[in-house]
């Protein structure tokens, strides 16, 4: 299995408050992101990056703001947290070959209240 | 913009017995990969199978296989001999390679096995 992790794996927050989660990945890959995942809704993709420093946006990057500062971490900052923010956080790195798949974390349970 | 489209958001098969998910999803361009990935309820994502746009040939990995019709844009995930251990969400994912690099996912479909 590719080693990436997750954490915190579980975390409850206070709305308005900020909340950082990290990705670690050991494989050295170039390719991160991060997903969050609601009922209906399936994997929606907030920011990946492709290289140090070098990040993009997905399709619900509003309110979330990312960074790579080294290759092995990327994280995820909800800058203000808000209750639409509750979710199932996802971190996933692609591997060498082109069209490779994607290799999960274990996800974070955010609950905003 | 590329989508994903899976259509039925829940199915049911007996144990033993074939079912077919279905996904298709929108791109102009002509190379790219599909997959399926299976979440069974500890959260984990699987993958469980992955088709090269270029080639004709269905992708198989033991009871499950694809139809893989890229003129229709569809790519359907086929179960057969089914476990109750094959129940779990079932999502299918879209990968171009030119220009970024993102993997769009379709909504789901939650499978049930019944005994």
């Known amino acids: 299995d590719a080693g990436i992790t997750q954490s915190p794996r579980h975390k409850v927050t206070e709305t308005g408050t900020p909340v950082t989660l990290r990705c670690h990945q050991t494989?050295?890959?170039?390719?991160m992101y991060w997903y969050r995942q609601d009922p209906g809704h399936g994997l929606r993709l907030i920011h990946y990056?492709?290289?140090?420093?070098?990040?993009d946006k997905g399709e619900v990057s509003d309110g979330y703001s990312v960074s790579r500062s080294k290759t092995e971490d990327f994280l995820l900052t909800l800058e203000s947290a808000t209750s639409s923010q509750t979710s199932v956080y996802f971190c996933?790195?692609?591997?060498?070959?082109?069209?490779?798949?994607?290799?999960f974390g274990n996800g974070t349970r955010l609950t905003v209240t | 913009a590329q989508t994903v489209t899976q259509s039925q958001p829940e199915m049911s098969v007996q144990e033993a017995e074939t079912v077919t998910l279905s996904c298709t999803y929108d791109?102009?361009?002509?190379?790219?990969?599909l997959f399926w990935y299976k979440q069974p309820p500890s959260r984990q994502m699987i993958l469980v199978i992955r088709?090269?746009?270029?080639?004709?040939q269905n992708a198989t990995e033991n009871r499950f296989s694809v139809n893989f019709q890229k003129a229709a844009k569809s790519f359907s995930l086929k179960i057969s001999d089914s476990q109750l251990g094959d129940a779990a969400m079932y999502f299918c994912?879209?990968?171009?390679?030119?220009?970024?690099?993102?993997?769009?996912f379709g909504t789901g479909t939650r499978l049930k096995v019944l005994a």
């Open positions: 088709q090269e746009a270029y080639k004709q």
């Open positions: 791109t102009s361009e002509s190379d790219y990969y």
């Open positions: 996933a790195i692609s591997g060498r070959e082109e069209g490779s798949p994607l290799h």
């Open positions: 994912a879209y990968l171009c390679t030119s220009g970024t690099y993102k993997y769009i």
């Open positions: 990056s492709y290289g140090v420093k070098d990040t």
């Open positions: 494989e050295n890959h170039r390719y």
